[in-house]
């Protein structure tokens, strides 16, 4: 066994149990700070939070938004921003799998690139997956479209020719957006619109092959069944089919 693995694991076992979890299967934002933690081979225990149900820890630890994740590190104040977390982990744990670029204008486009995708494209796609109306549904695709068209020239820039946002292995941009791959599987059949799209975006579509045939992104995205429920929730609190539209 290498020296450094052996080195990393004995890290891990002290840091086992000081680092807790606080999540939701399913939940994109989760899902890439299990990401995180597991590249950079750090135990944590994990607690499912009921989103219905909401546990005192969850309204204790985020008061303001109330939403997973949170992260617990030791006596340390609870964590909370996926986005956040992920520059922490990075931080008090460099030397495994370095996420951010050394380079700080690279490191600047990168949190504006998984800013840009937290605040507009996120919610675009959310809305475009339930919304009723026809022609929002026309406008949502045209964004998103050029969303993505957006996003495959970031990745041309940022990739440098290498097969990942990170380069040759994956990085940050890598974790907070590969998190999203499992709703990219929800693709025309399902909704009409292939936001990554062979013809459109041929590096990205490429990029999302080679997500998925990475082993440690193929051990946290959720399964198919889980972002069916998941979708499902999200339609169900939509008010019925038939209800009167209020304006
Ligand atoms: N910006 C937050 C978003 C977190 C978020 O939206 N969490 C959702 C689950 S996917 C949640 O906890 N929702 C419960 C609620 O809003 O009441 C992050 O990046 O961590
Ligand atoms: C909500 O959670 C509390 C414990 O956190 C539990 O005692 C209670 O039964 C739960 N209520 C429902 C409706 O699940
Ligand atoms: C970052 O990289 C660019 C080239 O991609 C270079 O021009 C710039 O000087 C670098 N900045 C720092 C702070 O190293
Ligand atoms: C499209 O969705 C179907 C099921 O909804 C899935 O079997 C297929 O692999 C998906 N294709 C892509 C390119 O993700």
Same mark, same amino acid.
């Given at each position: 066994m290498h020296p450094?693995? $052996? $080195?990393?694991? $004995?890290i891990s076992m002290a840091? &086992?149990?000081?680092?807790?979890?606080?999540?939701t299967h399913g939940s994109v934002f989760?899902?890439?700070?299990?990401?995180?933690?597991?590249?950079?081979c750090i135990e944590y225990?994990?607690?499912?939070?009921?989103?219905c149900n909401k546990s005192e820890l969850l309204l204790t630890s985020n008061p303001v938004f109330q939403q997973v994740p949170v992260l617990f590190h030791a006596n340390e104040h609870p964590m909370i921003e996926s986005l956040v977390i992920l520059e922490y /982990? #990075?931080?008090?744990?460099? #030397?495994?799998?370095?996420?951010?670029?050394?380079?700080?204008?690279?490191?600047?486009?990168c949190r504006i690139l998984a800013y840009t995708y937290d605040t507009l494209y996120h919610p675009w796609t959310k809305e475009f997956m339930i919304t009723?109306?026809?022609r929002r549904?026309?406008?949502l695709k045209k964004l998103l479209i050029e969303g993505s068209l957006m996003l495959e020239e970031a990745?041309?820039? /940022?990739?440098?020719? &290498?097969?990942?946002?990170?380069? #040759? #292995? $994956?990085?940050?941009?890598?974790?907070? /957006?590969?998190?999203f791959i499992g709703w990219f599987k929800f693709n025309g059949s399902v909704f009409g619109l292939n936001v990554i799209d062979e013809a459109r975006t041929p590096r990205l579509t490429e990029w999302v092959k080679c997500m998925w045939s990475h082993e440690v992104a193929r051990s946290i995205i959720p399964s198919h069944e889980i972002h069916m429920d998941f979708l499902n929730m999200l339609q169900s609190q939509l008010p019925p089919m038939h209800a009167p539209v209020s304006t």
């Open positions: 450094y693995t $052996i $080195i990393f694991q $004995i840091q &086992k149990c000081e680092m807790k979890l606080l999540g989760v899902t890439r700070v299990k990401f995180a933690l597991k590249l950079k225990e994990y607690v499912e939070e009921d989103l /982990l #990075d931080e008090i744990q460099p #030397d495994v799998h370095p996420l951010l670029p050394s380079n700080a204008s690279d490191r600047a486009q009723r109306d026809k549904k026309e406008e990745f041309v820039k /940022l990739s440098k020719g &290498k097969t990942f946002f990170g380069g #040759d #292995d $994956i990085g940050y941009l890598d974790v907070a /957006l590969g998190s």
